[in-house]
């Protein structure tokens, strides 16, 4: 059942229909894999606590080390709160909803550059329609922007996504027979319109992903040619393209967005659909080519996930399942991007104990555990927050996997106050501390695409990504020329230089002379035009063209 059909429901309602659902379920066959360690930090039981995490979302780590959340309801005016909580278990309530700046906060927050986290409602706000707003790890909530319905959109509840030009992405939804959007917010709160979705576009979907190509991509979990959701692309611009209809068998309400792995391509797990109905986990192309790696079995795996995948450090995929699994209460599982699946937690309603349904998607903190919140859980019921050990080792997070040389990145960790030095791709940087959880470091000159590395006495922290050095192009002499001519192209990150291109030409032939200097031979088919860089960090333009005599 999608978000659009559940999110009206008293808790009461839904607690007794997972109830008769998980009666309903065989409890059979397979346990979970070992080695692994689950805990509860957190039991949601004290007056005026977060409440009720069905759609919880996203939970990121902050710079402070700490893990920052929403819930559905709770808080002083019991329609939801902005919370944090320490990986050890102890929370603090930082903002209590209370219809004036939203109420009822869904799918969590994300943090962005500025080191503030941005969210939305999906009601509240001055038309009662939901808002995008900012909050500070202090507590403090700006509302960015109010929805009023109608062309102008009503509140989905997912958080934004912050492109590379810093400007936020989102989605709207149906609610109150609004028109669903994809829409462009800054910083300061200008917003603009860039599609607005028909049936046919699928709707209702998180807020798109900006893949390495910097185009938008995300999900409709409703409508499509098969009404069973979509896969689009977006610009940024707003030229959109479905690049894939789900057929239900394929996967049906695709609730959460998938993530872009390595390979480039984007693995994600639908509500419904498949063989059983029960949901399946898919990889699909830039293209649009869908491939369904497994279909869930209610009975052993779990079903109706409304969490998305967490690409890990060790290149699997982790997710939740919200029922299901042997005793009906959820799972906790893992999958390759080959398709090979294992349940690692089954989450036990029986006793009512470990916490039941879980609804956020798991987060990897820095310190390699990972982290989540359940609907359901002991005492009062309300959920309870824990952690899940498999045994990943730390690392370090970067804030951007790409910049220019003399860019300051912001990177993620523990331990930092003790930190000597700072490397990018084994070249030493200026880097400034700004606590135990967060420091900054300045991009290198001579720094080549590789691993970061945060240097401390009691082992070092190596960066889950791989950054990237962006080049320049700044100039380059002569500007003009015949073909044969040689042309000096001066700029930065240019040792790692794989190909150069003049205008619509082939490829040219090029020397390295120093990072910030190569030389290239303009080729025979060369027409006026600018010049291309691209190295193993990205691709760089010059400004003004070269002129073929």
Known sequence: MPYSSLSRRSPQKIHSWMLALAAAVLTCIALPASAQTYTVLYDFTHQNDPSYFQYAGSIPQGRDGKLYATSHEGG????????SMTTSGSEATLYSFDG????????GVILASDGNFYGSTPLGGGSNLGVVYKATSA???????????????????????QGSDGNFYGTSSTTSGATPLIFQLTPAGGFKILHSLSNADGYDGGSPLQ????????????????????FYKVTKTGVYKVLHSFTCTDGKTPFTQPVQAADGNFYGITFMGGTTNDGVIYKVTTAGKLTVLHNLKSATDGSQSQAGLTLATDGNLYGTAYTGGPTGYGTI??????????????????????????????TQ???????????????????????LNVGLAPFAKLAAASGVQGATIGIFGQGFLSATSVTFGGVATTFTKAGDNYLTAK???????????????????????????TPTVASFTPTSGKVGTVVTITGTGLAQTTKVTFHSAKDATFTVK?????????????????IIVTTKGGTATSKTSFTVN
């Open 76 to 83: 002083t005016a019991g329609i939801g709160t902005f919370f």
């Open 139 to 161: 507590g403090v909530v700006t509302v960015l922007h109010t929805f009023t319905g109608g062309a102008n959109g009503s509140g989905s509840g997912f958080p934004p996504t």
């Open 211 to 230: 893949a390495t190509d910097g185009n938008f991509y995300g999900v409709g979990q409703l409508g499509g040619a098969n009404n069973c959701g979509t």
């Open 100 to 107: 004036s700046k939203g109420s009822y906060p869904n799918f």
């Open 443 to 469: 991009v290198p000159v001579g720094a080549p695409t590789g691993s970061v590395v945060v240097v401390m006495p009691k082992g070092n922290l190596t960066s889950s990504q791989i950054f990237s050095v």
């Open 333 to 362: 599982f893992k999958v390759t991007t080959a398709g090979v699946f294992t349940v690692l937690h089954s989450f036990d309603g029986s006793t009512d104990i470990y916490g039941d349904f879980p609804g956020s998607n798991l």
């Open 514 to 530: 120093s990072d910030r200097q190569i030389t290239a031979t303009v080729p025979t088919g060369a027409t006026t035009g600018t």
């Open 365 to 387: 903190h820095t310190n390699g555990l990972f982290y989540g919140d359940t609907y359901l859980g002991p005492g009062n019921g309300t959920g309870v927050f824990y952690s």
